[in-house]
């Protein structure tokens, strides 16, 4: 009924609609990927990427505070099937990695397939037409980028007409959720009094207003994350700011950034030229930094091995941290909890920030504010108020403010907020999260009662110590197995099997239970508030490549067509013809006394054409 390309439907009525065989949400890099391998694996160009933002990039669109930079090397953090080897310093700003993304929209001829400033609200799975209808509403240019409160606040003020400008429902076959994690910023903490009568400037850090004036201003900045780590030190050195007293709640284990080969200047000068001429160089140059992200897994255990390695770890961060930073910031510098627990800051810029006289670092909370001014204290964040014999100030102080800058980081658990997705039966995601105890996915990607859904960097798919990129790419890999069935009309529904999902989620909670990031001993953004870590994958890259590369068939229910059936029947005759061909030519060979040896080369071979290697992996896995 649908087909397998875009097209209106049902002219003048009020009903009327865009099918799209395949629509995808977000535009930033799990949205770019899916797209470009859409196109490049299955041929298929009859998709639609929809993002509110006003521009593609995602998360690197949207971030853009002084300084913004990955701390991965870039050419990690980077599409392997689209490497980049102009990269003009291994840690790149937030601005080229934009134009990089956007360069391989180019190159892949997707750009004509996103649409910008359309804001995806509420998805539903129509069980008899076996689509999804998606509910659409455009916004005014910009508009989306302003948070999910901030658009709240602004109809509440303005009225609706100041944000959309009209609704639209389309239909897909399958339907992809490419939203990430770091999309809704922290609003303000409502137990602390007084933003009200404040009169200077209130932002986050992820929505930066360069419309600010910095120069000579007392500046408050709230969190000490990896973002204030970037941005902190340019407040006085590049924008002239008075003060800047920034404050932290817990601190987090800073690691030296790594050092790129041959250096900084000669990386930056050498590599683009080595990238290009030299082949297999930019290859090389990926697997080595990959690999030793991935002997960072030894930290994140909870066996005597894993605890040693922290300990060896710790003692050398901590070397670091006090030939780095003043005397002073020493002991509310010094975590209390095994290094990896929550998100390590690689830093270049920070630590030797703190020396600026001009900067001021405190571990006092913020009470209150006042028309100029903020309150800090009584008491302390860390150490702990129960540490008697510690010499952190816990006093209470008046300062001088200008700007306060919220730094407090992003609501990591409220996956797919505000996204509004209605499976089988009526069943709303985030009411099946409730129901099972928090946000979880098979594989994060797939959800029972939710056919045809497939999600790039879904719940527990975040690494502590590899690159997103790969992640999300190893996820695209396995739904366009599952997609391409469908898209060529074999299959009609493909959907996880409820029994695989909560077994899926069960020896996650478990495995993770044996982690440095639920026992380490801090407290992280990585858990919501009963302790229910939905962001991490608690095993390692290379396991969940393997598990991407070689889906576990049995843990999906897959509805084949007629054609569908037909192909599948022909296969699996074929399959036992060529059995049947080679047995009897074994058969004769033996009559003959020919090559004895044959006989045990072609039963491997044999066995490993007819069955499923996936599910060899999977009995492996659980031996481990």
């Keep these: 009924m649908y087909g397998n390309s875009i097209r209106k439907d049902n002219g003048y009525d009020a009903s009327s609609y865009t099918y799209y065989p395949v629509a995808i949400i977000g535009a930033g890099e799990s949205g770019i990927a899916m797209g470009c391998r859409l196109k490049e694996v299955l041929g298929h160009d009859q998709f639609r990427i929809?993002?509110?933002?006003?521009?593609?990039?995602?998360?690197?669109?949207?971030?853009?505070?002084?300084?913004v930079a990955c701390d991965v090397p870039a050419i990690f953090y980077s599409f392997s099937f689209c490497p980049n080897p102009k990269w003009t310093t291994f840690y790149p700003e937030g601005r080229e990695i934009v134009t990089y993304l956007q360069g391989v929209c180019d190159k892949y001829q997707i750009v004509d397939k996103i649409q910008l400033n359309t804001d995806v609200r509420e998805c539903q799975w129509l069980e008899r037409e076996q689509v999804w209808?998606?509910?659409?509403?455009?916004?005014?240019?910009?508009?989306?980028?302003?948070?999910?409160?901030?658009?709240?606040?602004?109809?509440?003020?303005?009225?609706?007409?100041s944000v959309y400008v009209s609704e639209e429902k389309i239909r897909c076959k399958v339907l992809v959720s490419g939203v990430g994690g770091l999309v809704e910023p922290k609003?303000?903490?409502?137990?602390?009094?007084?933003?009200?009568?404040f009169q200077g400037e209130i932002f986050h850090s992820a929505r930066w207003r360069y419309d600010v004036d910095f120069k000579d201003k007392d500046v408050i900045v709230v969190g000490t994350g990896c973002s204030a780590a970037q941005f902190v030190p340019r407040l006085t050195k590049d924008y002239g700011a008075k003060s800047v007293t920034q404050l932290m709640r817990t601190p987090p284990w800073v690691i030296p950034r790594q050092i790129p080969p041959g250096g900084n200047k000669w990386w930056e000068k050498w590599s683009p030229w080595l990238n290009t001429h030299v082949r297999g160089f930019g290859k090389v140059t990926r697997f080595i930094i990959a690999a030793g992200a991935e002997y960072d897994w030894r930290l994140f255990g909870s066996d005597e091995y894993h605890e040693?390695?922290?300990?060896?770890?710790?003692?050398?961060?901590?070397?670091?941290l006090y030939k780095s930073v003043p005397k002073k910031y020493h002991e509310i510098l010094t975590p209390n909890y095994g290094v990896g627990c929550k998100r390590r800051i690689f830093d270049t810029t920070w630590f030797s920030g703190l020396n600026d006289p001009a900067i001021e670092l405190t571990t006092l909370p913020l009470t209150s504010i006042g028309e100029t001014t903020?309150?800090?204290?009584?008491?302390?964040?860390?150490?702990?108020?129960?540490?008697?014999t510690s010499d952190a100030p816990s006093h209470e102080v008046t300062l001088a403010a200008d700007i306060i800058v919220l730094a407090n980081g992003f609501e990591t658990t409220k996956w797919l907020h505000p996204?509004?997705?209605?499976?089988?039966?009526?069943?709303?995601?985030?009411?099946?999260?409730?129901?099972?105890?928090?946000a979880q996915m098979y594989m994060g990607t797939a959800m029972d009662g939710f056919p045809n859904f497939f999600t790039i960097f879904g719940p527990n798919t975040a690494t502590g110590h590899s690159s997103v990129i790969l992640a999300s790419e190893n996820m695209v890999n396995m739904s366009l197995k599952f997609i391409g069935p469908i898209l060529n009309g074999d299959v009609?529904?493909?959907?996880?099997?409820?029994?695989?999902?909560?077994?899926?989620?069960?020896?996650?909670?478990?495995?993770l239970k044996k982690r440095v990031w639920n026992i380490g001993g801090c407290g992280s953004w990585y858990k919501d508030e009963k302790g229910w870590n939905s962001t991490v994958y608690p095993y390692t890259q290379i396991w969940f490549t393997i598990r991407c590369m070689f889906p576990t068939w049995n843990d999906w229910d897959i509805k084949y067509t007629r054609k569908g059936l037909l192909k599948k029947s022909a296969i699996t005759l074929l399959k036992t013809v060529a059995f049947v061909a080679l047995i009897l030519g074994i058969v004769k060979q033996r009559q003959h006394g020919l090559l004895p040896r044959a006989r045990a080369y072609v039963r491997g071979v044999v066995k490993t054409v007819l069955f499923d290697g996936a599910g060899l992996l999977q009995v492996v896995g659980n031996k481990l």
């Excluded at 303000?188 to 009200?196: A, F, H, L, T, V």
């Excluded at 800090?376 to 540490?387: E, N």
């Design 308 to 320: 040693k390695e922290r300990k060896k770890v710790e003692v050398q961060l901590l070397a670091h």
């Design 187 to 197: 609003v303000w903490p409502e137990s602390i009094p007084g933003k009200d009568k």
């Design 133 to 161: 209808e998606v509910t659409l509403q455009h916004l005014l240019t910009g508009v989306g980028d302003l948070s999910e409160y901030d658009r709240a606040k602004k109809i509440r003020e303005e009225g609706r007409e």
């Design 374 to 388: 903020v309150t800090l204290g009584p008491g302390r964040t860390y150490p702990p108020a129960s540490d008697t």
């Design 50 to 67: 929809f993002d509110r933002q006003s521009g593609i990039g995602g998360t690197w669109w949207i971030n853009r505070y002084p300084g």
């Design 492 to 511: 009609s529904i493909a959907e996880i099997k409820k029994e695989a999902e909560l077994e899926w989620a069960r020896d996650t909670q478990s495995a």
């Design 419 to 438: 996204l509004d997705i209605t499976g089988r039966d009526g069943k709303k995601l985030h009411d099946v999260f409730d129901e099972r105890g928090g």
